[in-house]
């Protein structure tokens, strides 16, 4: 109903505008209406229109952000107040594991846990649940785990690959699990886990983010060659490309300096923005796909370095992954300290 008027292309009229006309005309606060409250609410602030934004017509506007670590132990004891859960479950390490969680999600997530516990005839609602609730709620249905063969052990390669990599570097966040087990379209899974809330990003955390996420090719490359080379990582290299284009464009984080060159809006709204223009040159626009080119291409050499340098751990770890299809963080980490002492990890710092 809010939607900007005036969006059709050529000015077309809608009878929708009829309508926001009207409401803003009961809401243009000259009459004392009292004793009426109106209250409403969107997830597309962008495309209302400007004249229900102004000063009077809504007095007040609250922004709703994800819920923070004490919002999401709150939300979750009240989801858990009609369902049994065992002793050894800590609502505040629920919390804890889930940032970026709405409390959709988190109601989601216990109700998962619950099938999960009367289909596996339990009494009560275990971590056991709770973690595999998680898994399915971020990642999607569990497959039928793949036989022993040639690309289960590529594909266990690959995700020790970005486990080892986030691991040994010191910016990365910790890694909490690795598994084979595939989930929706992915075959197999490395978890990572902030250990806090993270609002704010330095740039060492984005170059070692990059590394991790290219740590699964890298592997790939090193181990197998130039030839057995997968299409695993596209959804990595998505990801790497965005975060190394926001670094030069929104964050200055690059040689072009501190500058903003590309805005933060999305798709294009028509009647406002139809012809969508470029913030820079040309000259620019080379220059950027330059600094992301380097950007990638330096994070993929810290990672095949690590791969490379860690062959022995990284063998090992794979057979144990084939064998136990899933390896949790706290293992993972122990087995590459025998082999890498923690400190040195400082020297994989990523620079440019």
Same mark, same amino acid.
């Given at each position: 109903?809010?939607?900007?008027?005036?969006?059709?292309?050529?000015?077309?009229?809608?009878?929708?505008?009829?309508?926001?006309?009207?409401?803003?005309?009961?809401?243009?606060?000259?009459?004392?209406?009292?004793?009426?409250?109106?209250?409403?609410?969107?997830?597309?602030?962008?495309?209302?229109?400007?004249?229900?934004?102004?000063?009077?017509?809504?007095?007040?506007?609250?922004?709703?952000?994800?819920?923070?670590?004490?919002?999401?132990?709150?939300?979750?004891?009240?989801?858990?107040?009609?369902?049994?859960?065992?002793?050894?479950?800590?609502?505040?390490?629920?919390?804890?594991?889930?940032?970026?969680?709405?409390?959709?999600?988190?109601?989601?997530?216990?109700?998962?846990?619950?099938?999960?516990?009367?289909?596996?005839?339990?009494?009560?609602?275990?971590?056991?649940?709770?973690?595999?609730?998680?898994?399915?709620?971020?990642?999607?249905?569990?497959?039928?785990?793949?036989?022993?063969?040639?690309?289960?052990?590529?594909?266990?390669?690959?995700?020790?690959?970005?486990?080892?990599?986030?691991?040994?570097?010191?910016?990365?966040?910790?890694?909490? =699990?690795? $598994?084979?087990?595939?989930?929706?379209?992915? @075959?197999?899974?490395?978890?990572? %886990? +902030?250990?806090? #809330?993270?609002?704010?990003?330095?740039?060492?955390?984005?170059?070692?983010?990059?590394?991790?996420?290219?740590?699964?090719?890298?592997?790939?490359?090193?181990?197998?060659?130039?030839?057995?080379?997968?299409?695993?990582?596209?959804?990595?290299?998505?990801?790497?490309?965005?975060?190394?284009?926001?670094?030069?464009?929104?964050?200055?984080?690059?040689?072009?300096?501190?500058?903003?060159?590309?805005?933060?809006?999305?798709?294009?709204?028509?009647?406002?923005?139809?012809?969508?223009?470029?913030?820079?040159?040309?000259?620019?626009?080379?220059?950027?796909?330059?600094?992301?080119?380097?950007?990638?291409?330096?994070?993929?050499?810290?990672?095949?370095?690590?791969?490379?340098?860690?062959?022995?751990?990284?063998?090992?770890?794979?057979?144990?992954?084939?064998? =136990?299809? $899933?390896?949790?963080?706290?293992?993972?980490? @122990?087995?590459?300290?025998?082999? %890498? +002492?923690?400190? #040195?990890?400082?020297?994989?710092?990523?620079?440019?």
């Amino acid at each position: 109903m809010g939607r900007q008027r005036g969006a059709g292309i050529g000015g077309g009229n809608d009878e929708r505008e009829q309508t926001l006309n009207q409401l803003l005309t009961e809401m243009d606060g000259f009459e004392g209406n009292t004793g009426i409250i109106i209250i409403a609410a969107t997830n597309r602030p962008d495309v209302l229109d400007s004249a229900l934004l102004r000063p009077g017509r809504f007095d007040r506007q609250v922004t709703v952000d994800a819920p923070d670590i004490k919002g999401r132990l709150e939300v979750l004891q009240v989801h858990a107040r009609n369902k049994k859960l065992a002793p050894e479950v800590s609502l505040e390490a629920i919390a804890r594991r889930t940032p970026g969680f709405t409390g959709a999600d988190l109601a989601n997530l216990l109700n998962e846990a619950a099938i999960l516990t009367a289909r596996r005839r339990k009494d009560a609602i275990t971590m056991l649940e709770i973690d595999d609730a998680v898994d399915r709620v971020v990642a999607g249905m569990e497959g039928t785990p793949l036989v022993d063969s040639k690309s289960k052990r590529l594909i266990a390669y690959h995700e020790i690959g970005h486990a080892i990599v986030g691991t040994l570097l010191q910016a990365h966040d910790p890694v909490q =699990k690795v $598994t084979l087990i595939p989930r929706g379209q992915a @075959q197999g899974l490395t978890w990572f %886990t +902030p250990s806090e #809330e993270q609002g704010l990003i330095s740039r060492a955390q984005i170059m070692a983010r990059i590394s991790g996420a290219l740590g699964g090719r890298a592997a790939e490359q090193v181990i197998f060659g130039d030839a057995e080379v997968t299409t695993g990582a596209g959804g990595d290299l998505q990801q790497v490309s965005n975060m190394a284009r926001q670094m030069v464009t929104r964050f200055g984080m690059s040689d072009l300096g501190p500058l903003s060159l590309e805005s933060q809006q999305g798709e294009v709204f028509l009647g406002r923005d139809w012809m969508t223009r470029s913030d820079y040159s040309e000259e620019i626009a080379a220059r950027i796909d330059a600094q992301v080119r380097t950007i990638v291409e330096h994070c993929y050499d810290v990672a095949c370095k690590l791969i490379r340098d860690n062959r022995v751990v990284i063998d090992r770890l794979v057979d144990l992954l084939i064998e =136990k299809e $899933t390896i949790d963080g706290e293992e993972f980490r @122990q087995i590459v300290a025998e082999y %890498t +002492p923690v400190p #040195e990890k400082e020297q994989y710092v990523p620079k440019l």
